[in-house]
RNA sequence: GCCGAUCUUGGCG
């Protein structure tokens, strides 16, 4: 068993949750530990109701385990269900204590973030990154100085936000302040600068990398968009070794946004021959149809969601779908639709 | 003694 848990986290960690769930069906016994990666993968996945249904049914749960539950509710928004389940645990440690506070800063809960980090029995590095990713840029530099110590990653989230915000004097005065440089740092600096400098600079950073990978290129391939570059575009995706869903709709969104709706949905009918298309590229799939006009392409791709793929519409779907119906004056389906939908119409 | 949980970088909203 140890041996096969070892494996499955080695998958688990490299970005590979997928895999790892298909793989721990194949697995001839099973632990806490294996629940644990499992309910992990599945966290990564957006799978919540996956975590949550396998936490329940795990037959010893432990304080990893039941904190691996927590993030994972944390992550997935569900603020009250971490909250309940955190006051329902049976002990706490440290890494509990982070995963709550964590779920308040991720939420915007700033003040009662403050207010669990003060009542915190110890803290450590990660709850100072913690709240220190949860502070504004003035709060920021703050309780840097004030932090006992200060790693990569406080580094990091420090650089981060300035950069996010287009402070990119300070950024880059951070950057050269570091200790040392990850790809992370690089692709910060990289992204802050394709959000509001010019895209020479962007050009001058990315060919001052020292490494690359799918993030710093995706970066540059949205910079290109955003410069009214197409073609560039287009060919730098082609030329990528790797592309995920963030590459593909980052090119779905770029077309999009350039004007190019049929080359969007050629895209996306492309994307569907190699991968699973995410909600993200659905959505995208069914605003280029809409604005395209073709009307019979986009209520295809969103029967097809469900039927095919397994993914369930979300509101947003059902909304460009009824935007696309009206525009092309389509009215009473686009009535029928509104009225079958299983949300409340806004 | 060995394997599992928490913090930092890219897409639509």
Redo the contacts with the bound molecule.
Sequence with gaps: ??TW??I??AY??HGHAAKAIALHNSMPEW???????VL?AYSQEGRINDAELLFHRMPT?????T??M??AYA?SGHILKAKRLFERMPEW????W??M??AHT?SFHSLEAKSLFKSMPVVD???W??I??GSSLEEARQVFEVMPER????W??L??SFA?HGHLEEAKQIFSAMPEH????W??I??GSANFENFREILRLFGAMPAR????W??LL?ANFQNGFVDRATKILERMEQR???????ML?GLAHSGYFHRAIETFHSIKTTSTP????F??AL?ACGHAGRVYDGVRCFVSMSLDFKTRPSK?HYTCVVDMLGRAGHLEDAHDLVSSMPFAPD
Excluded at 151 to 154: D, E, K, L, Q, Y
Excluded at 213 to 216: F, K
Excluded at 278 to 281: A, G, L, P
């Design positions: 068993v140890v848990n070892a499955l986290s688990a960690r632990s806490v530990v294996t629940s644990t990666v992990t749960s432990d304080v990893v385990s904190t691996a927590l993030s992550q440690n440290l890494v509990s982070n995963v506070l964590a991720q590095l990660v709850s990154n913690v220190l990713n790693n990569i990653v406080s990091n989230t650089l981060s996010q990850d790809l992370r740092a692709n910060s990289l992204s990978d799918l993030i710093s995706t970066v949205a995920d869903l963030v590459a593909w709709s980052v969104a995410d909600e993200t590229c959505v995208l605003l947003h």
